[in-house]
Protein backbone atom coordinates (compact mmCIF):
# COMPACT_ATOMS: atom_id res chain seq x y z
CA UNK A 1 0.00 0.00 0.00
CA UNK A 2 3.12 2.17 0.94
CA UNK A 3 3.98 2.39 -2.77
CA UNK A 4 0.41 3.14 -4.28
CA UNK A 5 0.35 6.09 -1.70
CA UNK A 6 3.98 7.32 -2.74
CA UNK A 7 3.18 7.02 -6.43
CA UNK A 8 -0.02 9.06 -6.47
CA UNK A 9 1.31 11.91 -4.27
CA UNK A 10 4.27 12.41 -6.95
CA UNK A 11 1.51 12.59 -9.72
CA UNK A 12 -0.35 15.17 -7.57
CA UNK A 13 2.96 17.20 -7.14
CA UNK A 14 3.61 17.65 -10.40
CA UNK A 15 -0.08 18.59 -11.24
CA UNK A 16 0.28 21.13 -9.21
CA UNK A 17 3.80 22.52 -10.89
CA UNK A 18 2.23 21.64 -14.44
CA UNK A 19 -1.17 23.92 -13.66
CA UNK A 20 0.41 27.64 -13.98
CA UNK A 21 1.51 26.93 -17.65
CA UNK A 22 -1.80 26.84 -19.14
CA UNK A 23 -2.43 30.43 -18.23
CA UNK A 24 0.94 31.15 -19.57
CA UNK A 25 0.57 29.59 -23.00
CA UNK A 26 -2.76 31.64 -23.17
CA UNK A 27 -1.61 34.96 -22.25
CA UNK A 28 1.74 34.14 -24.77
CA UNK A 29 -0.68 33.00 -27.53
CA UNK A 30 -3.06 36.16 -26.90
CA UNK A 31 0.13 38.83 -27.11
CA UNK A 32 1.02 37.07 -30.82
CA UNK A 33 -2.41 37.60 -31.73
CA UNK A 34 -2.53 41.01 -30.69
CA UNK A 35 0.65 41.71 -32.44
CA UNK A 36 -0.60 39.85 -35.74
CA UNK A 37 -3.63 42.34 -35.26
CA UNK A 38 -1.42 45.21 -35.64
CA UNK A 39 0.30 44.15 -38.55
CA UNK A 40 -3.29 43.46 -40.14
CA UNK A 41 -4.77 46.30 -38.97
CA UNK A 42 -1.52 48.25 -40.99
CA UNK A 43 -2.15 46.08 -43.90
CA UNK A 44 -5.56 47.97 -43.91
CA UNK A 45 -7.44 44.56 -43.16
CA UNK A 46 -9.13 46.82 -40.42
CA UNK A 47 -12.11 44.31 -39.68
CA UNK A 48 -9.81 41.14 -39.52
CA UNK A 49 -7.81 42.65 -37.26
CA UNK A 50 -10.20 43.89 -34.63
CA UNK A 51 -12.04 40.57 -35.06
CA UNK A 52 -8.54 39.06 -33.84
CA UNK A 53 -8.53 41.78 -30.89
CA UNK A 54 -12.28 41.21 -30.20
CA UNK A 55 -11.71 37.49 -29.82
CA UNK A 56 -8.49 37.34 -27.17
CA UNK A 57 -10.81 40.03 -25.20
CA UNK A 58 -13.77 36.88 -25.03
CA UNK A 59 -11.73 35.07 -22.83
CA UNK A 60 -9.59 37.55 -21.65
CA UNK A 61 -11.67 40.59 -21.20
CA UNK A 62 -8.86 42.23 -18.41
CA UNK A 63 -6.25 42.08 -21.35
CA UNK A 64 -4.37 45.38 -21.29
CA UNK A 65 -2.90 45.04 -24.81
CA UNK A 66 -6.13 43.86 -26.26
CA UNK A 67 -8.04 46.40 -24.98
CA UNK A 68 -5.94 49.47 -26.09
CA UNK A 69 -5.48 48.01 -29.40
CA UNK A 70 -9.00 47.03 -29.74
CA UNK A 71 -9.90 51.18 -28.71
CA UNK A 72 -7.12 52.31 -31.03
CA UNK A 73 -8.70 50.17 -34.25
CA UNK A 74 -12.20 50.79 -32.84
CA UNK A 75 -11.33 54.53 -32.96
CA UNK A 76 -9.82 54.66 -36.32
CA UNK A 77 -12.69 53.19 -37.95
CA UNK A 78 -15.16 55.79 -36.51
CA UNK A 79 -16.68 53.86 -33.74
CA UNK A 80 -16.11 56.40 -31.27
CA UNK A 81 -18.51 54.91 -28.56
CA UNK A 82 -16.96 51.38 -28.77
CA UNK A 83 -13.53 52.75 -28.11
CA UNK A 84 -14.56 54.57 -25.11
CA UNK A 85 -15.79 51.68 -23.65
CA UNK A 86 -12.43 49.85 -24.22
CA UNK A 87 -10.22 52.78 -22.89
CA UNK A 88 -12.90 53.05 -19.94
CA UNK A 89 -12.54 49.10 -18.70
CA UNK A 90 -8.75 49.63 -19.53
CA UNK A 91 -8.05 52.99 -17.06
CA UNK A 92 -9.95 51.50 -14.10
CA UNK A 93 -7.47 48.66 -14.41
CA UNK A 94 -4.13 50.78 -15.07
CA UNK A 95 -4.46 53.60 -13.53
CA UNK A 96 -1.80 56.60 -14.88
CA UNK A 97 -1.47 55.10 -18.45
CA UNK A 98 -0.11 57.72 -20.71
CA UNK A 99 -1.05 56.21 -24.03
CA UNK A 100 -4.45 55.42 -22.64
CA UNK A 101 -5.42 58.93 -21.43
CA UNK A 102 -4.10 60.14 -24.64
CA UNK A 103 -6.63 58.20 -26.29
CA UNK A 104 -9.69 58.65 -24.54
CA UNK A 105 -8.88 62.78 -24.88
CA UNK A 106 -9.36 61.99 -28.72
CA UNK A 107 -11.76 60.34 -28.54
CA UNK A 108 -14.18 62.05 -25.83
CA UNK A 109 -12.94 65.25 -27.84
CA UNK A 110 -14.75 63.71 -31.04
CA UNK A 111 -17.81 62.56 -29.17
CA UNK A 112 -18.19 65.77 -28.12
CA UNK A 113 -18.02 65.07 -24.32
CA UNK A 114 -15.86 67.75 -23.21
CA UNK A 115 -16.01 67.35 -19.51
CA UNK A 116 -14.20 63.98 -19.66
CA UNK A 117 -12.25 65.33 -22.27
CA UNK A 118 -10.69 67.58 -19.36
CA UNK A 119 -10.98 64.86 -16.98
CA UNK A 120 -8.92 63.00 -19.30
CA UNK A 121 -6.14 65.79 -20.00
CA UNK A 122 -5.82 66.43 -16.13
CA UNK A 123 -5.25 62.62 -16.00
CA UNK A 124 -2.80 62.66 -18.58
CA UNK A 125 -0.54 64.81 -17.18
CA UNK A 126 -0.48 63.16 -14.04
CA UNK A 127 0.66 59.70 -15.88
CA UNK A 128 3.37 62.02 -17.46
CA UNK A 129 4.40 63.39 -14.31
CA UNK A 130 4.21 59.99 -12.26
CA UNK A 131 5.73 57.67 -15.18
CA UNK A 132 8.39 55.28 -14.66
CA UNK A 133 10.11 55.67 -17.78
CA UNK A 134 11.86 58.51 -18.30
CA UNK A 135 10.87 59.13 -22.23
CA UNK A 136 7.30 59.83 -20.76
CA UNK A 137 7.88 61.76 -17.90
CA UNK A 138 10.04 64.18 -19.89
CA UNK A 139 7.40 64.47 -22.85
CA UNK A 140 5.73 67.96 -23.16
CA UNK A 141 3.08 67.73 -25.50
CA UNK A 142 0.49 65.03 -26.29
CA UNK A 143 -2.13 64.51 -29.62
CA UNK A 144 -5.28 65.68 -28.31
CA UNK A 145 -7.37 65.55 -31.53
CA UNK A 146 -7.89 63.08 -34.60
CA UNK A 147 -9.82 65.25 -37.34
CA UNK A 148 -10.67 63.17 -40.24
CA UNK A 149 -10.34 64.88 -43.87
CA UNK A 150 -10.50 63.94 -46.81
CA UNK A 151 -6.54 63.32 -47.28
CA UNK A 152 -6.27 61.46 -44.28
CA UNK A 153 -6.74 62.59 -40.66
CA UNK A 154 -5.18 65.95 -39.51
CA UNK A 155 -3.89 65.71 -35.86
CA UNK A 156 -3.68 67.94 -33.16
CA UNK A 157 -0.40 68.58 -31.15
CA UNK A 158 -1.03 70.25 -27.72
CA UNK A 159 2.55 72.33 -26.71
CA UNK A 160 1.25 72.42 -22.81
CA UNK A 161 4.40 73.41 -21.44
CA UNK A 162 5.54 76.17 -23.80
CA UNK A 163 6.25 79.51 -22.89
CA UNK A 164 8.05 82.75 -22.81
CA UNK A 165 7.70 84.96 -25.49
CA UNK A 166 7.93 83.06 -28.69
CA UNK A 167 6.49 79.65 -29.38
CA UNK A 168 3.53 77.51 -31.04
CA UNK A 169 0.49 76.49 -28.71
CA UNK A 170 -1.10 73.88 -30.85
CA UNK A 171 -0.42 72.60 -34.11
CA UNK A 172 -2.79 70.84 -36.79
CA UNK A 173 -1.08 68.65 -39.23
CA UNK A 174 -2.15 65.94 -41.83
CA UNK A 175 0.22 63.36 -40.66
CA UNK A 176 2.08 63.40 -37.60
CA UNK A 177 2.81 66.87 -36.18
CA UNK A 178 6.33 65.75 -34.55
CA UNK A 179 7.55 65.17 -37.90
CA UNK A 180 7.23 68.62 -39.21
CA UNK A 181 6.76 71.05 -35.97
CA UNK A 182 6.82 74.15 -37.87
CA UNK A 183 4.14 73.58 -40.76
CA UNK A 184 0.50 73.05 -41.02
CA UNK A 185 -1.98 75.18 -38.64
CA UNK A 186 -0.25 77.29 -36.08
CA UNK A 187 -1.51 79.00 -33.32
CA UNK A 188 1.51 80.47 -31.89
CA UNK A 189 2.84 83.97 -30.68
CA UNK A 190 6.05 85.51 -31.25
CA UNK A 191 7.70 88.78 -29.51
CA UNK A 192 8.17 91.63 -32.29
CA UNK A 193 4.33 90.86 -33.17
CA UNK A 194 3.23 91.44 -29.74
CA UNK A 195 5.65 94.83 -29.69
CA UNK A 196 3.70 95.95 -32.66
CA UNK A 197 0.54 95.58 -31.21
CA UNK A 198 1.12 96.42 -28.07
CA UNK A 199 2.17 99.80 -29.73
CA UNK A 200 -1.72 100.53 -30.71
CA UNK A 201 -4.72 100.14 -28.88
CA UNK A 202 -5.89 96.59 -30.02
CA UNK A 203 -3.64 95.27 -27.18
CA UNK A 204 -3.43 95.93 -23.30
CA UNK A 205 0.37 96.62 -22.26
CA UNK A 206 -0.71 92.91 -19.82
CA UNK A 207 -1.83 90.62 -23.25
CA UNK A 208 0.56 88.74 -25.36
CA UNK A 209 -0.75 88.43 -29.12
CA UNK A 210 -1.19 84.58 -30.76
CA UNK A 211 -2.12 84.23 -34.11
CA UNK A 212 -3.23 81.69 -36.57
CA UNK A 213 -1.08 80.52 -39.02
CA UNK A 214 -1.24 78.28 -41.98
CA UNK A 215 2.51 77.51 -43.16
CA UNK A 216 3.61 75.41 -46.24
CA UNK A 217 6.74 75.34 -47.51
CA UNK A 218 7.07 77.50 -50.92
CA UNK A 219 7.52 76.35 -54.31
CA UNK A 220 10.99 78.90 -54.33
CA UNK A 221 12.12 77.51 -51.01
CA UNK A 222 10.91 78.60 -47.29
CA UNK A 223 8.08 79.22 -46.53
CA UNK A 224 4.87 80.27 -47.76
CA UNK A 225 2.39 81.82 -44.22
CA UNK A 226 -0.79 82.65 -44.04
CA UNK A 227 -2.72 84.25 -41.40
CA UNK A 228 -6.10 83.39 -40.91
CA UNK A 229 -7.00 85.23 -37.31
CA UNK A 230 -5.68 86.91 -34.56
CA UNK A 231 -6.01 86.54 -30.61
CA UNK A 232 -5.73 88.88 -27.30
CA UNK A 233 -4.25 87.08 -25.22
CA UNK A 234 -3.96 83.11 -25.12
CA UNK A 235 -6.90 81.52 -26.63
CA UNK A 236 -8.62 77.97 -25.52
CA UNK A 237 -8.33 75.22 -27.59
CA UNK A 238 -11.85 75.41 -28.41
CA UNK A 239 -11.93 78.52 -29.51
CA UNK A 240 -9.20 77.98 -32.04
CA UNK A 241 -10.35 74.31 -32.75
CA UNK A 242 -13.89 76.32 -34.21
CA UNK A 243 -11.37 78.66 -36.58
CA UNK A 244 -9.65 75.73 -37.48
CA UNK A 245 -12.89 73.58 -38.65
CA UNK A 246 -14.20 77.03 -40.74
CA UNK A 247 -10.51 76.57 -42.25
CA UNK A 248 -10.51 72.96 -42.81
CA UNK A 249 -14.35 73.51 -44.80
CA UNK A 250 -13.13 75.80 -46.56
CA UNK A 251 -15.81 78.30 -44.59
CA UNK A 252 -12.64 80.99 -43.64
CA UNK A 253 -10.53 83.32 -45.31
CA UNK A 254 -6.71 84.09 -44.73
CA UNK A 255 -6.65 88.00 -43.36
CA UNK A 256 -3.43 87.72 -45.62
CA UNK A 257 -1.42 85.52 -47.34
CA UNK A 258 -3.27 82.69 -49.83
CA UNK A 259 -5.16 79.93 -48.44
CA UNK A 260 -3.11 76.82 -47.41
CA UNK A 261 -2.60 73.29 -47.99
CA UNK A 262 -5.20 72.30 -45.59
CA UNK A 263 -8.13 74.61 -46.77
CA UNK A 264 -11.55 72.99 -47.54
CA UNK A 265 -10.09 69.46 -46.94
CA UNK A 266 -13.27 68.28 -44.70
CA UNK A 267 -16.69 67.95 -46.47
CA UNK A 268 -18.62 70.72 -45.12
Known sequence: ??????????????????????????????????????????????????GLVENVLAHSPEDQNALMRAAQFNFRMRNADVARGRLERLVK???????????????????GDLV???????????????????????????????????RGDV?????FTRGGSDFTRYQFYLGDPRTNPDKGLLLRTDESTTENWS?????????????????????????????????VGEPSYDVVRAKVMEILRGDARPLSGEPGSLQGIVPR
Request: aromatic share 8%.
Open 1 to 50: MHPIRAVSIVVVAASLLLMPRAPMAQAGHDAADVDHAVEMFNRGDQAGAL
Open 93 to 111: LTGNFYSAWELMVQVTQTQ
Open 116 to 150: RRNEAIARLKIAINTAIDLDIRQRGDFIRDRIPSN
Open 155 to 159: LAIDY
Open 199 to 231: QTALLPPEKQLFHLDMVDPAPAGGNSVAVYQFY
